[in-house]
């Protein structure tokens, strides 16, 4: 079995959070897409007997609240940055799990964003010159129109 190089520190919170990823890694292919760091790290992650997922759900809330107590010697951009990407994992995590998020909740967690609705965000409130019937709409099914039904 290989070990972690000497020169990482398994208390470290971005080790902690390298491990967590390549373990959750175990229980969903693809959840790591890419992984560069120490060699010896992913193999004693890989050889490793499995981890179960509600174990790994409270190592990530406890890297989550390690990080939000200040520990490890991280610059304040980097610790945000970490803290982040373990809320992220946790929130993955836990959905893994079984636990049921909903869409927003889900979102929220992820990727540090609330979602609303693109309608009220996005789309554009129909004007006169929207709502009347030209060519151009009148090809257009009207539950997908601007403006909604033609207007002879």
Do not use: I, N
């Not at 869409?103 to 992820?110: A, P, R, T």
């Not at 964003?113 to 060519?135: D, G």
Request: hydrophobic share 35%; glycine share 10%.
């Amino acid at each position: 079995m290989a070990d972690v190089a000497p020169e990482l520190d398994r208390d470290d919170p971005v080790v902690r959070y390298l491990e967590l990823g390549l373990r959750g890694g175990r229980h969903l292919d693809g959840m790591v897409d890419a992984y560069y760091g120490p060699a010896a790290l992913a193999d004693r992650v890989a050889d490793e007997p499995l981890r179960p997922l509600d174990a790994l759900v409270g190592d990530a809330r406890g890297l989550v609240g390690d990080l939000d107590r200040g520990d490890g010697d991280l610059d304040p951009v980097r610790r945000r940055w970490l803290r982040a990407q373990a809320a992220g994992l946790h929130a993955a995590l836990r959905k893994l799990a079984g636990e049921s998020l909903g869409f927003v909740d889900e979102v929220e967690q992820c990727y540090g964003v609330r979602p609303t609705s693109w309608r009220t965000t996005c789309s554009p409130r129909p004007t006169a010159a929207s709502t009347r019937s030209s060519p151009a709409t009148d090809r257009w099914p009207t539950a997908t129109r601007p403006g909604g039904p033609a207007t002879s």
